[in-house]
Nanobody, 124 residues
């Protein structure tokens, strides 16, 4: 079975940093494109970045560009999301997803697997 498990969320002050992890099982990171999404209470889910499986290149949503970066460790089957200069508007549940659909900019337009999410709260 294929699984994605996110971790690393928490409470952080504005301007702080967090590193989220998305650990996958049942497939290799070079076989599926990975998307990160977030959803805040009362708001629609939004994609924030998409990672091309073959090149490891990523596209970012404008609102996170320059603050968030992604990397992956194939040996650990883990994708990381480093989030710096966090703002209160970054508060959301963050999820990773995997699918074979090509990235459409920073959006993974279709996915077969979805993680349960990790909560990020940015507040003073």
């Amino acid at each position: 079975q294929l699984h994605l498990v996110e971790s690393g969320g928490g409470l952080v002050q504005p301007g702080g940093s967090l590193r989220l992890s998305c650990t996958v099982s049942g497939f290799t990171l070079d076989s599926q494109n990975i998307g990160w999404f977030r959803q805040a209470p009362g708001k629609q889910r939004e994609g924030i970045l998409c990672i091309n499986s073959g090149t490891s290149s990523a596209n970012y949503r404008d609102s996170v560009k320059g603050r968030f970066t992604t990397s992956r460790d194939n040996a650990k089957n883990t994708v990381y999301l480093q989030m710096n200069s966090l703002k209160p508007e970054d508060t959301a549940s963050y999820h990773c997803a995997a699918g074979i659909f090509p990235c459409s900019g920073y959006i993974l337009p279709g996915y077969d697997y979805w993680g349960q999410g990790t909560q990020v709260t940015v507040s003073s």
